[in-house]
């Protein structure tokens, strides 16, 4: 059997990752990662408005970087090897690009527009304009919703491009259609020049822009045009055909094959989400749920199409394929995790560097922080009396999409200390997955165990065993740290021809389970009384909110 590799490239909220991977024995041969040199400075955000966008050139920029480390790392006869580049990123994020496919950030007239660039999936300035999409569809004659939960977010495609239009004239009138960071970066590799041939992730189009078949693509131009009149002028033609992963896109172009010292014989496959490659690269299984934890978290499951379809509401979505092509994809999460406890540390931070210490003994005390505050956490026990918080500190994402919504805590006084409030936000995430796992056996969907992926699980035991203790769950941890990059590049092998279908690719190069943890008997009781008032909390909150226009 000939020796052949992969590349996965994983598009990170803050980085790109990149792994080189043997497809016959999933042995990882070399892997780096590259941080976004303009998103690291905060250029083109600003957090009080939850403006959040990207460059094009940080991807562009630090995708060339890590194949570069990847392949140095290496023997140049291994990169002789390389068979395919398969991609997955954050989304929703799109970008408004013009009739070539450029992005408009690329051309010297937009170049320092945040409008034109891409529109990162945590950006929530269309909260008013998702509010429209539910409320034209509550009156529609065809309910677009009905396959993303009945509830459309701001974090998605229609209401990112309806608010662009209405703030930024001149990016309308210059865009052409807007593509998704999964589609964009296959169609680039590939040479790509007319942007009515980007191939549209089924992915991406299913479950953020509102594609389905039975629609025969996305939603009207009368639907579209009642939420956003200049919608009118998008083409719709553009999303005819959606493609999953497993599908070739073409071969790496002669410019990128030299530009990165690869082969034009390259496959580059159709892109992603990272959440739903990393459930694949974690090794999905019906009845098992995927958390993909990390800044957010996605909660992913898969179920045969010969079954009921369900139509779970108020979760991110349904499509054919969106995971494994020929099983029915379905999507949820959180739209804070981790960024819950960055927050917590920076609050603590702050002090220190507003008396301006060294900074370097900051940097030092905020590498062991986390770690520090969980040792302690995990050695109080639970109780009746402890205070609850709600981690909807970037808004909810399921279930039902609310993006208004904002933190909380509860319950303190005046002996209430650092740790106990860490364990209080690090209980609040875990309850926020709760939620997610009852709202689909209320609906219907049999729920086994869980699967933990990304960054959180690796490094948190305590956060593991407690998420394992609140859905009262057994929780088995992928021996991967890297599943949405080993995602792409089962997806690239399959593409390629190395496997007839992704779930061969799945048990010849998964890399298994390292950590298995069990709930706690002692907590389950406590923590479901912790959990009844975590949810009057919220209640309380949603139905006392005061919002603003």
Not at 68 to 77: G, H, P, V
Not at 117 to 133: G, P, V
Not at 239 to 247: E, P
Not at 320 to 348: C, H, N, T
């Amino acid at each position: 059997m000939p020796t052949n590799y992969t590349i996965g490239l994983d598009f990170g909220t803050d980085s790109v990752r990149s792994l080189l991977v043997d497809v016959n024995t999933g042995e990882i041969l070399a892997k780096a990662h590259c941080y976004y040199p303009r998103w690291s400075e905060a250029k083109y955000v600003d957090e009080s408005k939850h403006q959040y966008r990207q460059h094009p050139l940080d991807y562009i920029e630090s995708m060339k970087s890590v194949i570069s480390k990847t392949l140095n790392e290496i023997d140049s006869q291994y990169g002789n090897a390389v068979i395919g580049i398969g991609v997955d990123t954050t989304g929703s994020t799109p970008c408004p690009v013009d009739s070539n496919g450029t992005p408009l950030s690329l051309k010297s007239d937009f170049e320092h527009n945040p409008n034109a660039m891409f529109h990162l999936w945590k950006d929530h300035t269309a909260i008013n304009e998702a509010n429209k999409i539910n409320e034209v569809n509550s009156n529609f004659k065809i309910d677009y919703l009905k396959y993303v939960g009945g509830v459309y977010s701001a974090e998605w495609y229609w209401a990112k491009i309806a608010h662009t239009n209405k703030v930024d004239k001149k990016v309308r009138n210059a865009a052409y259609t807007w593509v998704e960071h999964c589609d964009w970066i296959p169609f680039l590799l590939t040479g790509g020049s007319d942007a009515n041939h980007i191939m549209r992730s089924r992915c991406a189009a299913g479950h953020k822009a509102l594609w389905h078949k039975t629609f025969k693509g996305v939603p009207s131009i009368e639907f579209l045009s009642s939420i956003d009149i200049d919608l009118s002028n998008f083409n719709p033609s553009c999303f005819n055909k959606t493609y999953t992963s497993d599908v070739v896109v073409g071969k790496l172009s002669e410019k990128w094959a030299t530009q990165l010292g690869l082969s034009n014989n390259v496959i580059v496959s159709v892109g992603s989400f990272d959440a739903h490659m990393g459930a694949v690269g974690g090794q999905i299984e019906p009845n098992y749920i995927s958390k993909i934890i990390g800044t957010s978290t996605c909660d992913i499951m898969v179920a045969p199409m010969n079954k009921k379809e369900y139509m779970v509401k108020g979760i991110c979505g349904q499509v054919d394929g969106s995971v494994i092509p020929g099983m029915l994809g379905l999507e949820a999460g959180q739209s804070a995790f981790g960024d819950v406890y960055a927050w917590y540390k920076k609050l603590l931070l702050w002090p220190l560097k507003y008396t301006k210490n060294n900074s370097q003994e900051i940097d030092k005390l905020s590498e062991g922080l986390i770690s520090e505050l969980s040792k302690t956490a995990s050695l109080i026990e639970p109780t009746l009396h402890d205070p609850v918080s709600i981690d909807w500190l970037n808004g909810r994402r399921t279930p039902d999409a609310n993006q208004s919504l904002k933190g909380a805590l509860y319950g303190l006084h005046l002996g209430t200390d650092a740790p106990q409030i860490f364990k209080s936000l690090v209980e609040a995430t875990c309850f926020g997955s709760k939620r997610i796992n009852e709202r689909f056996v209320s609906q219907g969907v049999n729920i086994e165990g869980v699967i933990a992926l990304g960054g959180v699980a690796q490094k948190s035991d305590y956060v593991m065993q407690t998420l394992a203790d609140i859905l009262n769950c057994p929780i088995k941890v992928s021996k991967s740290d890297q599943t949405c990059a080993l995602g792409a590049a089962m997806f690239s092998a399959t593409a390629s021809g190395a496997f007839d279908n992704v779930e061969q690719a799945m048990k010849r190069m998964g890399a298994g389970f390292e950590k298995l943890f069990y709930p706690n008997p002692k907590r389950i009781v406590i923590y479901e009384q912790l959990y009844k008032k975590y949810n009057l909390l919220g209640k309380f909150i949603e139905s006392n909110m005061v919002t603003y226009d």
